[in-house]
């Protein structure tokens, strides 16, 4: 098995920051893609960012120039420095990561339960 768990969100005022972190544990010999997710009320949820293995990030549109993924394979963790915050980054952020538990295996799909972020003053 494999758990996924998120945390560092909050209530940050706007132009605020915020930190998220995701460490993902269990049966793991590699990670591949991790990526950051988010779901605000009423609205699908949505890609904010991806890092490959290798450390090659993709950001939404929304969040270039604001947001920075990084990822930590040893600690199989990942991040998400989050700045200059607006009302509209407030959902709730998902973490990714494409696990594989045994060199057999193809990589399986873990998700975070997630951590809600909100901006507001």
């Known amino acids: 098995q494999v758990q996924v768990v998120e945390s560092g969100g909050g209530l940050v005022q706007p132009g605020g920051s915020l930190r998220l972190s995701c460490v993902a544990s269990?049966?793991?010999?590699?990670?591949?893609?991790m990526g950051w997710y988010r779901q605000a009320p009423g609205k699908q949820r949505e890609l904010v960012a991806f890092?490959?293995?290798?450390?090659?990030?993709n950001y939404a549109d929304s969040v270039k120039g604001r947001f920075t993924i990084s990822r930590d394979n040893a600690k199989n963790a990942l991040f998400l420095q989050m700045n200059n915050l607006t009302p509209e980054d407030t959902a709730v952020y998902y973490c990714?990561?494409?696990?594989?538990?045994?060199?057999?295996?193809?990589?399986?799909?873990?998700w975070g339960q997630g951590t809600q972020v909100t901006v507001s003053s």
């Open positions: 990714n990561a494409a696990v594989r538990s045994t060199w057999e295996e193809r990589d399986k799909q873990y």
């Open positions: 269990g049966r793991i010999v590699s990670i591949n893609g």
């Open positions: 890092i490959s293995r290798d450390g090659n990030p």
